[in-house]
């Protein structure tokens, strides 16, 4: 007797639960850090997480991070059952190119990422899911893509550009707002996952962008030639990859940037000793284990090890206000890393 | 569509079972609301049309079909609920990653 009015109760349940959890849990746990810390120089994550070491809050705290995503993706009201993949017919094939040839690497399949059981490249309905799953992952926030409108804004300051590569760009919500800003150029969108590419191609083609395409593609061998862009970008992709990979990825960055290029990355940056403790947390309750160790690097030093110069790294307000010091919600620590290649 | 689970659930608490009861309790919170949603609707839709008579739900025999769709949906629903006792994961991750992997 399952029903669409019951998932869509049911998924409203869960909003209203990670609504609670991000604003009153996140609060009591907030102030009891403030208690527990007691005055003394607090300037590691380790030393949070000795605060907090069978700290009945923080179990709670936990336990709701985890649940309420794992209850949104699986069981009878989760969207891998109750989602239907897309249609065949709004695959909108002439705006996808598809590689048989690519290979999942091992740093991705390890891992049901966001908890999404089979990954991105498993199930049909896998893009679908993911679209779903990314609409209510920080409630008021990220809902209706407001993050992505305003990254593709940011972008938008930084120059004109004709040839825009977004790599890892799941099912667009990046690439589709940064090609509408951009009618005098291309936008290409790669990935690994099809089931997110073909959502991507759909939303493109109902959104008549002439100008935007997507590519079954490896972020680290893109198939596309020395130069050949102006702007790279990614979207929530760095801390998805583990260092190898991510070396990589900065490495093919830079090889396909024309002389004078931009790379803008949008991703997560955190040092506070008790927001770095919940967001490497986050890392493992969330199925993203990558997370802490791109957070330990120096990504200036990265980037200038692939050959860019010019890096600014400067926190991203994904909602006005959000950045401010006396947030009162729980939210990732969103940044933007740009860098330059430098011109001939 | 969904996978079989592959690895033990993550643990939160001192004992596992607070964990466990917890996923089961959660089950039930969202469960209610789904009724809770579905009984909202419904007296709305009949104070709309007028079209129940006082006693007729208590006095209610479902049919042969009718009852087999109660109990199949009875039978899932008890085993959403008590799915958490088990303490398995729904997907797949691994524990921890070095910075040279």
Known sequence: MTTERGYAANHAFLVEARKYWMSEVYGALRHEYSVLQGGRDITSSDQVAQIFDGNATYAFYAWMERHIQKQRYAGRWGFVEQLAPLPEQEAARDKLRLDPAVVIPGYYSRVDTHQHPGNLTGADNAGVVYKASAQGTQPGATAGYELHERFASLVEGYGTFRAILDMGCGFGKSALPIA????????????????????AAAEASAAGLGNLSYEQADLRHSGHGAGEFDLVTSTMV?????????????????????????????????????????????????????????????????????????????????????????????RFPWATFVARKPAA | MQNEPVQPELQFFADPAIDRLLGVVFNLAGEVQVLRDRLQILEAVLEQQQSIAPGALNAFKPSGELQRSLDADRSTYVKHLFDPMLGLAASRSISEVSGDN
Not at chain 1, 180 to 199: A, K
Not at chain 1, 239 to 251: C, I, K, S, W
């Open chain 1, 238 to 330: 760095l801390h998805e990859l583990d260092v190898p990979a991510l070396r990589e990825m900065l490495v093919e960055s830079y090889r396909v940037l024309a002389p004078g290029g931009t790379a803008i990355h949008l991703d997560f940056q955190v040092d506070d000793p008790f927001l770095t403790f919940l967001y490497h947390g986050h890392g493992l309750r969330n199925n993203e284990p990558y997370m802490p160790v791109i957070n330990a690097l120096d990504m200036a030093a990265e980037l200038e090890g692939a050959g860019f110069t010019g890096v600014e790294i400067h926190p991203f307000e994904e909602t006005p206000g959000a950045t401010a010091a006396n947030w009162p919600k729980w």
């Open chain 1, 180 to 199: 509408s800003r951009t009618p005098g150029g291309r936008v290409v969108g790669i990935d690994l996952s099809v089931p997110c590419l073909e959502v």
